[in-house]
């Protein structure tokens, strides 16, 4: 007697750049075959947003170094109340700082690096928050879901690239940053760098890993939308602490130029 053939899984494919269009302009049923995949679908998002925020650095360093060249970079504070000596070493530094390595590799690194982490930590934290909700997602869909639902981000930095490269200047005010000065208070700068990871691109992310983890997880809309704000505003409000707590100590101002 002949015994029927266990059925086999379809393995998902490695890239799926057919479905970046879908997701940006038809996320429901995007979203929803998505969440339905057993296997890792997240490298092409990953991808495509980890060149996109290289692009927004090779795009930015020109600029820098036009700027430094022409003398329009921020000194110390009180730096004119310093003795000649402690100036020039300042200058020697501030000097260093404008070779390749400084422009190009350490900012395309830390882009890079943005972009992976802030996809971890996002996915580890929506998990835990559905699962706390009463969700029955896997891991992986999350993961899927957060990488997929980033792609806006993407788009932010070709609109970015754009505008500077037409403006030959690079975004000083970005997001809402531009309501609230960089003041002399703690609370000021932090609330600058707080309001400059919110815009139109982060609303669209929301919007878009709702719609995911309704699909994934079989929860209300209520509780989809309370997991993935608390989620995603759990990691804004921790990263624009670190950012500012290095601003304050060093006495220069960060701008966080990608990613979740």
């Given amino acids: 007697m002949n015994e029927p053939l266990p059925a086999t899984l379809e393995r998902p494919r490695p890239l799926r750049l057919d479905w970046i269009p879908q997701v940006l302009f038809r996320p429901r049923e995007a979203l929803k075959e998505i969440a339905n995949q057993t296997g890792s679908v997240w490298i092409t998002p990953l991808l495509v947003l980890t060149l996109s925020a290289i692009l927004l650095v090779i795009v930015a360093g020109p600029i820098k170094q036009a700027a430094a060249q022409s003398g329009q970079v921020e000194l110390p504070p009180e730096f004119q109340y310093l003795s000649p000596d402690d100036q020039a070493k300042i200058q020697e530094a501030m ?25 971890l930590v996002i996915g580890g934290l929506l998990h835990l928050a559905l699962t706390l909700l009463g969700g029955r997602g896997a891991t992986g869909a999350a993961m899927n879901l957060v990488a997929w639902s980033a792609l806006p981000f993407a788009v932010r930095d070709l609109v970015r690239a754009f505008y500077m490269l037409s403006a030959g200047r690079l975004i000083s005010e970005p997001g809402l940053s ?31 890993l709702v719609i995911g983890v309704r699909a994934a997880s079989g ?42």
């Fill in 219 to 260: 929860l209300s809309r209520s509780k989809a939308v309370t997991g993935v704000l608390a989620a995603v505003l759990l990691v804004i409000v921790l990263r624009t602490l670190l950012s500012s707590v290095i601003a304050r100590l060093a006495g220069i101002t960060v701008i966080q130029p990608f990613f979740f």
């Fill in 95 to 119: 000097s260093a700082t404008q070779g390749p390595v400084f422009i190009y590799v350490f900012p395309g690194l830390s882009a890079v690096a943005g972009v992976w982490i802030g996809w």
């Fill in 178 to 208: 531009g309501f609230v000065g960089l003041g002399e208070s703690v609370f000021s700068l932090y609330l600058n760098k707080l309001l400059a990871s919110v815009d139109i691109y982060l609303v669209w992310q929301i919007i878009l």
